[in-house]
């Protein structure tokens, strides 16, 4: 996948570098439980490609 940056801790963890519990997963997203616990549950859902502003990302 070209779009994941190397060095993207995030893009680690789609590219299963990092290991994460998997919660979700389509083409075009990622979702794992927050390893830092903040609420138990607590999920983060990311895009699969490496973008580092949120406005960059397509509306779609
Ligand atoms: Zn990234």
Excluded: R
């Amino acid at each position: 996948m070209s779009d994941l940056d190397d060095n993207c801790l995030f893009c680690k963890i789609i590219k299963g570098e990092i290991p994460s519990y998997k919660l979700f997963e389509n083409d075009d997203v990622y979702a794992f439980l927050d390893i830092s616990h903040v609420n138990p549950g607590h999920t983060l859902l990311v895009p699969k490609k490496h973008i580092v502003n949120l406005f960059d990302y397509s509306q779609e």
